[in-house]
T-cell receptor
Framework: DVKVTQSSRYLVKRTGEKVFLECVQD?????MFWYRQDPGLGLRLIYF???????EKGDIPEGYSVSREKKERFSLILESASTNQTSMYLC???????????FGSGTQLSVL | GQSLEQPSEVTAVEGAIVQINCTYQ??????LSWYQQHDGGAPTFLSY????GLEETGRFSSFLSRSDSYGYLLLQELQMKDSASYFC?????????????FGGGTRLMVKP
């Protein structure tokens, strides 16, 4: 079974803190994604990566950056957390044409 | 850009059939996907339609009409465990390239 593992299930941070969300996949997928999920808004793409050290902005990249130093690992970074970044963050991976994404269980981030 | 419309909530009884509709607007179109997400869980892939018509997988079927920019997910012989949120997602061309854009999700409640 494909496994996408996110390092934390729940995270509480203070405004202005630097936050790292980690994601690891074990299926040698080329593509990895970070989404945030908010009620009524569905899943919105923050950043994605189609190869090591490559990254592309999604629909809502402002306030975020990413790092992909190894194929299996994709990190989301909040340089200076703000309260409007309180959300559920979902990591996903896929291969080929992205018809099928495999998601992690998510990290519920609260910024106080 | 891309946008998708789906009902926010649907209620049905156990054993019944329910249809969840999805209309989309996109510049460039590759396919329509459906994902299921139980409360507290990760979204999981259900189906993908690239061509017009009906795709059946067990109790679930998915339909696509590219000329109408419309699709639906059909769930038959509803079971309590089908209570979940269902997301349609379009694979098209947007600022982020060839990536998935998700709808806001439909919460399905199955009653005994």
């Amino acid at each position: 079974d494909v496994k996408v593992t996110q390092s934390s299930r729940y995270l509480v941070k203070r405004t202005g803190e630097k936050v790292f969300l980690e994601c690891v996949q074990d299926m040698d997928h080329e593509n990895m994604f970070w989404y945030r999920q908010d009620p009524g808004l569905g899943l919105r793409l923050i950043y994605f990566s189609y190869d090591v050290k490559m990254k592309e902005k999604g629909d809502i990249p402002e306030g975020y950056s990413v790092s992909r130093e190894k194929k299996e690992r994709f990190s989301l970074i909040l340089e200076s957390a703000s309260t409007n970044q309180t959300s559920m963050y979902l990591c996903a991976s896929s291969s080929g044409g992205n018809e099928k994404l495999f998601f992690g269980s998510g990290t519920q981030l609260s910024v106080l | 850009g891309q946008s998708l419309e789906q009902p926010s909530e649907v209620t049905a009884v156990e054993g019944a059939i329910v249809q969840i509709n999805c209309t989309y607007q996109t510049s460039g179109f590759y396919g329509l996907s459906w994902y299921q997400q139980h409360d507290g869980g990760a979204p999981t892939f259900l189906s993908y339609n690239a061509l017009d018509g009906l795709e059946e997988t067990g109790r679930f079927s998915s339909f696509l009409s590219r000329s109408d920019s419309y699709g639906y997910l059909l769930l038959q012989e509803l079971q309590m465990k089908d209570s979940a949120s269902y997301f349609c997602a379009v694979r098209g061309t947007n600022n982020a390239g060839n990536m998935l854009t998700f709808g806001g999700g439909t919460r399905l409640m199955v009653k005994p």
